[in-house]
């Protein structure tokens, strides 16, 4: 089991950047693929990145290549998402998700986080 709690949302002028991290309890993330999934008002819960258990490494929506990086601290038992050169379509509550298995990370994680708000103005 492991327990997920996000923090870092907020209001962001388009071009800001904010930092969301997800602290867990409960197991180390070294045993899981971590991710961040966003739902916007009205649409599904999309994909934006994760990173893998065991070797770490990370992958992105296209929407967020380029601008977004997901990073991790074994230690501190924490799964961040830096967000840079945010805009107005970006606005969204963003999740936590875990898994033992990336590929199920990507369908239909196991644990969740309660999400936290982040809203770009134009």
């Known amino acids: 089991q492991v327990q997920l709690v996000e923090s870092g949302g907020g209001l962001v002028q388009a071009g800001g950047s904010l930092r969301l991290s997800c602290a867990a309890s409960?197991?180390?993330?070294?045993?899981?693929?971590m991710g961040w999934f966003r739902q916007a008002p009205g649409k599904e819960r999309d994909f934006v990145a994760a990173?893998?258990?065991?070797?770490?490494?990370?992958y992105y929506a296209d929407s967020v290549k380029g601008r977004f990086t997901i990073s991790r601290d074994i230690a501190k038992n924490t799964v961040s998402l830096q967000m840079n050169s945010l805009k107005p379509e970006d606005t969204a509550v963003y999740y936590c998700?875990?898994?033992?298995?990336?590929?199920?990370?990507?369908?239909?994680?196991?644990?969740w986080g309660q999400g936290t708000q982040v809203t770009v103005s134009s």
């Open positions: 998700a875990a898994d033992p298995l990336y590929e199920r990370l990507l369908k239909t994680p196991r644990y």
């Open positions: 990173i893998t258990g065991g070797g770490g490494r990370t």
């Open positions: 409960g197991r180390t993330i070294g045993y899981y693929a």
